[in-house]
């Protein structure tokens, strides 16, 4: 078999194989629990986005939010995304020490009052950031 052959022959099983991934990614998408997961953390987005604009939010904090969001759009990680489970497990405890940073300095009224998502995804984010009256504060008065 000549190099290009080879060559293109190795590509054409790449891409059906990236295919394959693209389709299984497409159908695992249209469950509940992903479109779950994936409105969390498009509230976690809008959250952070409200959390930087605010003038009550200290300098220092904005600074570390501002950090974990560079950390997390920064394509090497200090586990990769690609190992199963443990690659995102970095990222989630980036963001859990920083949103308990914040919630011990600013309270968790604060983050219930920017919080654009369900009051049972609000518990959860505030469990995740330490809070110990999260059940009190988990809902909106």
């Known amino acids: 078999m000549s190099p290009p052959l080879w060559v293109l022959l190795v590509a054409a ?27 969390f953390i498009l509230d976690c987005i809008v959250l952070v986005r409200r959390l930087l604009g605010d003038p009550r939010v200290p300098r220092w904090h904005k600074l570390l939010l501002g950090a974990l969001v560079g950390y997390l ?9 690609f190992i199963p489970v443990a690659g995102h497990v970095d990222d989630a405890v980036a963001v859990a020490l920083a949103l308990r940073v914040v919630l011990r300095r600013s309270g968790p009224e ?8 369900p009051e049972t995804s609000l518990a959860t984010l505030l469990r995740l950031g330490g809070a110990t009256d999260h059940a009190r504060v988990a809902t909106k008065p």
């Open 110 to 117: 604060l983050l219930r009052e920017h919080w654009p998502g």
């Open 73 to 81: 759009a920064f394509p090497f990680d200090l586990v990769p995304d």
């Open 13 to 39: 099983c790449a891409l059906v194989v990236y295919a394959a991934f693209v389709l299984a990614l497409i159908i695992a998408g249209r469950s509940q629990s992903a479109r779950g997961v994936a409105g």
